[in-house]
């Protein structure tokens, strides 16, 4: 049965995304079945892994897969052994659908169960499978992170180093603690990744200790920093990519420190 992640905090611009599209990556690279899912309606992630614009996957998304209780029909392969859930502009109508059962296009698909669980209870259909299912979230607690943090037994916060984001991170981990709480994944919270560290900056490097200080055996060793290649990432992607090993390999740590946390517990 597949490892479910999510990568999630309540603030844009963390490298949730760009995250959640190299780990994936990696865990393709090792061999292993991976399905991505994208429940971010800004559809960075699904642009990323499809190289296409996200509209095009406008009836074809994770959305309609929720709404329509069918994930296979709405896989996008990305290639051999890696598939991807996509999400298009239509997602931010995820509520609306919940509370009113109304659709984007006007259609009434009255919804009844548990609006925290639809995404858990839908991934059932295909957790066997893949070895890791990748979630990517939206910068805010609404219904698409609350769906992916009860769907997760993995949560990786993401930290960028600046006040916004450090003052984000309690209610982030009350989320969590109540996806534990209220879904039935044992969600948790697995690790606490530094990204975008601007390895000239001192302001960086105070939150750095800031966050190990709280949460001393939470944060990875592992701190990414900025680099060209990796924000070239969303122009190049991975298919043909001269500059894509120089841009991921500082990832590589992190993937091992991951892997081996999610392998023991
Ligand atoms: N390590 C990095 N170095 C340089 N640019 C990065 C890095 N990580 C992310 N970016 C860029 O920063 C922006 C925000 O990253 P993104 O993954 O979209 O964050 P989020 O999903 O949290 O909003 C994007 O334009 C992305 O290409
Ligand atoms: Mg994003």
């Known amino acids: 049965m597949a490892a479910t992640i999510t990568f999630g905090i309540q603030k844009g611009g963390c490298g949730k995304s760009t995250t959640a599209g190299i780990f994936s990556y990696l865990l393709h690279q090792d061999g292993f079945r991976v399905l991505t899912i994208d429940m971010d309606s800004q559809g960075n992630l699904t642009e990323l892994l499809s190289e296409k614009p996200s509209n095009e996957f406008i009836g074809a998304s994770v959305l309609e897969a929720m709404q329509q209780n069918d994930v296979r029909a709405h896989l996008h392969p990305v290639t051999e052994k890696w598939d991807l859930l996509p999400a298009n502009n239509f997602l ?18 009255p919804f009844s169960g548990n609006p925290s669980l639809i995404l858990d209870e839908l991934l059932n259909q295909v957790r066997d499978d893949y070895d890791y299912i990748i979630i990517d979230t939206p910068p805010s607690l609404s219904e698409q992170t609350t769906n992916a943090l009860c769907a997760s037994e ?14 984000a991170i309690p209610n982030f981990m009350s989320s969590i ?33 800031l ?8 944060v990875f060793k592992t701190i990414i920093t900025r680099k060209a290649p990796i924000g070239r990432l969303s122009l ?6 001269s500059e894509l090993k120089s841009g991921i390999d500082q990832y590589q740590n992190f993937y091992k420190e991951m892997i081996h946390r999610v392998q023991n517990g």
Do not use: Q
């Open 92 to 109: 931010a109508t995820f509520p609306r659908w919940i509370y009113t059962g109304k659709t984007y296009n006007g259609d009434n698909v």
């Open 211 to 218: 966050i190990a200080e709280d949460y001393p055996d939470d």
């Open 154 to 167: 993995h949560v990786v916060v993401m930290f960028e180093c600046s006040n916004w984001c450090y003052s």
């Open 236 to 241: 190049y992607g991975f298919s043909e990519n």
């Open 177 to 209: 603690d109540a996806a534990n709480d209220f879904g039935s994944r044992g969600t948790k919270m697995t690790g606490i990744l530094r990204t975008m560290n601007d390895v000239r900056r001192s302001d960086a490097k105070a939150f750095n200790e």
